[in-house]
């Protein structure tokens, strides 16, 4: 900002922006859409504007605490439960974020089709944080306007001047490069082969995923769950197990993207398809999933996604880490997260409950997600646990029963 006085303006690009031609120069307007109807109000004119999008929104309460471990109360009320609630189905989970999705869009091409020389959105972190958007997950940003995430206290300052028609003048530029890539997903896989000839080729899973979002390097979305899952498997390779069933770990890519490219991917290739419930063969030879994708914090048990014949096989593997507060069970359903592509086609899919940290209050999406708020100790204690639950999962008898098979999509 070079009026009414000099700002360095704290931004970030969003998420595959296009670059501006050259340096980007006037006074911003504000605009804010809430409904179609609003397009209206501001037709014609936005062209070579610089727009700020959206207003200014309330502060978090700021005598909660910014880090936090689940309560012993919390944990109880959460085995509790009797209802999984939703999402219960794969389309259930992915509902709400298209409909997100085909808003965003139509305001972005709105933008764009009114000539907008650059856009401006407030963080959604109200911390002072940088955070990437949750709702522009869309890598086809063909023609798009350039887009900045502002820091809200900054963004709230010009937003305030702008409001009481001060003379604002800024400037901005972005150059940016683009590779050519495809929707598949690249994953990271590897296995300890199983050594039982009748059940060797069935499978447990550990996973996490290791694609992130520009801000930071995302060291708790999510290389730390991505560690937890290489490290349940290091111990195992140096304590020598020779598991009966294969236990085999994977990284996924595209989990930050719309439809989960890696796992939904895997899934397709490997399980089947869930929009027509085509199942292949392997689908027959798979026991369990277990998910690690929510930050540093200990895992304090697991989501069963409406699998209540799951319940006491977990109870007895998680029996010995009661010391350790690892042991809570939940019929709950969970979603936002890759062990729905597998739940997708009624597969035994369990996402880990950890402490929250300061996950949504500081890291997650931000640009603060980076190694030094890891936890070490935390991040072992739920390695430990995985490790021992992959080792048990591969060597019972039976594979981890199976809820009823989803219903195709309609």
Same mark, same amino acid.
């Given at each position: ?28 307007? *504000? ?8 397009? $209206? ?19 978090? /309460? ?126 990271? @896989? ?16 550990? $996973? ?32 020598? @197990? ?23 991917? &895997? @899934? ?20 369990? &999933?277990? /998910? $690690? ?24 593997? *998680? ?25 997708? $086609?009624?597969?035994?899919?369990? /996402? ?59």
């Amino acid at each position: 900002m070079l009026a009414p006085y000099y700002l360095r303006i704290n931004a970030i690009p969003k998420a595959w922006s296009p670059g501006t031609t050259g340096i980007v120069a006037g006074t911003p307007v *504000l605009v804010t859409i809430r409904g179609d109807s609003d397009f $209206v109000r501001y037709r014609g004119k936005l062209r070579g504007r610089i727009v700020m999008n959206g207003p200014i929104a309330l502060p978090r /309460n700021r005598f909660d605490p910014p880090a936090r471990r689940w309560t012993d109360a919390e944990l109880d009320s959460l085995s509790r439960i009797t209802d999984p609630g939703e999402p219960r189905t794969y389309w259930e989970d992915a509902e709400g974020f298209v409909e997100g999705l085909a808003r965003r869009k139509r305001i972005d091409d709105f933008f764009r089709d009114e000539g907008a020389a650059a856009l401006l959105e407030p963080s959604r972190n109200p911390n002072a944080l940088l955070s990437s958007s949750h709702i522009s997950y869309a890598t086809d940003r063909t023609g798009a306007v350039p887009a900045f995430v502002v820091a809200r206290e900054q963004y709230d300052a010009v937003l305030r001047l702008v409001e009481r028609q001060r003379p604002v003048r800024l400037e901005l530029s972005l150059r940016s490069r683009f590779t050519q890539t495809d929707s598949l997903g690249y994953n990271i @896989v590897a296995e300890i082969p199983g050594t039982d000839p009748r059940i060797g080729t069935e499978f447990v899973m550990v $996973v996490g995923h290791f694609d992130t979002w520009q801000a930071a390097v995302g060291a708790t979305d999510n290389a730390a769950g991505s560690a937890v899952a290489m490290e349940a498997i290091r111990i195992l390779k140096t304590l020598g @197990v020779n598991p009966r069933r294969t236990i085999r770990i994977a990284l996924w890519d595209g989990e930050e993207q719309e439809d989960y490219f890696g796992s939904m991917g &895997y @899934v397709k290739r490997h399980y089947g398809d869930p929009e027509p419930m085509r199942l292949l063969p392997e689908h027959a030879n798979f026991s369990a &999933y277990f /998910n $690690v994708d929510h930050g540093t914090g200990r895992i304090r048990g697991f989501s069963l996604q409406g699998n209540a014949a799951a319940r006491p096989i977990l109870a007895a593997f *998680l029996e010995p880490f009661r010391d350790l507060g690892a042991t809570t069970l939940t019929i709950r359903n969970d979603g936002s997260t890759d062990h729905m592509a597998f739940a997708s $086609v009624g597969l035994p899919a369990f /996402n880990s409950i950890q402490d929250e940290i300061d996950y949504e209050t500081k890291t997650h999406h931000t640009s603060l997600d980076f190694a030094n708020y890891l936890i070490e100790d935390d991040l072992k204690q739920a390695a430990v646990v995985m490790a021992s639950l992959l080792y048990h999962t591969a060597m019972r008898d039976e594979r981890m029963p199976r809820t009823p098979l989803p219903q195709p999509k309609r």
